[in-house]
């Protein structure tokens, strides 16, 4: 299970969360919405430390990080048990997919090469593309790109992955590709917080979705609770003007 216990972030003089509350369970889709500028991608951040929160604290299974006095030793574990597949892949581009993927399990969990080779590949299968293990990023589509970044996430047979926009960076027709291989993932069981403008797909593929709005969570309910009679205000306004995306399909 996952805990964020008044999760606070400013930048400057600048709050950009307020105090966010939220717990993730064990199989859970939590799929976070909201505006530009809502907070929602820095929520993400601060889940495994890409931004060390102002305030706060983070709990993954038995670590509890809190923010007032953690230390490098405690960031470095919560960072173990998450990945994140970024908006813009983040690939090393002089790296074949094949060895993207396993950079970190060499690197980071001192798996043995050939042990991380075999991971590696049953990753890129399980996303598709082990017709494209020794391939360069330059040599892939966009989709395939992001797909790579997938894999390497799984590799890492995290707690919880973490996706921020996943398809943002996509040309329209490449969006399917890779909505259908985290729609695969999360019948797996896969533990998964998903930043996304995709209506649709969050409708379809979550159990629970989150609406932030200024730094806060202004509601979150099931799919159903959030899509079809949502209490706030607030969030009628803003799925009335995303309506026209709710019926993507894959």
């Given amino acids: 299970m996952i805990t964020l216990t008044n999760i606070r972030k400013s930048f400057g003089k600048t709050e950009v969360l307020k105090g966010i509350d939220l717990t993730v369970n064990q ?3 939590v799929a976070i919405l ?6 929602k991608t820095t929520l993400l951040r601060c889940v495994n430390c890409l931004e060390e929160p102002s305030d ?3 709990s993954i299974g038995n670590l509890r990080v809190p923010f007032k006095t953690t230390n490098k030793r405690e960031i470095l574990s919560l960072r173990q048990k998450t990945a994140m597949v970024f908006q813009n892949y983040n690939l090393f581009k002089h790296k074949t997919a094949i060895q993207n993927v396993v950079e970190g399990l060499i690197v980071v ?5 050939g042990e991380a080779q075999k991971i590696g590949m049953n990753m890129l299968e399980k996303v598709g593309l082990t017709h ?4 360069f990023p330059s040599e892939l589509s966009g989709g395939q790109q992001q797909r790579v970044g997938i894999a390497r996430a799984l590799a890492l047979n995290p707690e919880v992955v973490l996706f921020d ?3 943002s960076a996509l040309d329209p027709e490449l969006v399917g590709e890779v909505l259908s291989v985290i729609r ?3 019948k797996e069981g896969v533990t998964m917080i998903i930043v996304t403008h995709e209506m649709g797909f969050a409708r379809e593929v979550s159990n629970r979705v989150v609406f932030m709005d200024e730094g806060k969570i202004i509601e979150e309910g099931s799919p ?3 899509f079809d009679c949502p209490k706030e205000e607030r969030t009628r306004q803003f799925l009335k003007n995303m309506s026209s995306e709710w019926a993507y399909q894959i």
Avoid at 132 to 135: E, F, P, R, V
């Fill in 224 to 226: 159903r609770e959030i």
């Fill in 109 to 113: 969990k001192k798996i043995p090469k």
């Fill in 34 to 39: 909201g505006p530009s500028g809502s907070g």
């Fill in 132 to 135: 494209k293990a020794n391939a």
């Fill in 27 to 29: 199989g859970d889709i």
């Fill in 56 to 58: 706060g604290e983070v």
């Fill in 184 to 186: 695969q993932i999360a």
């Fill in 165 to 167: 926009e996943p398809t």
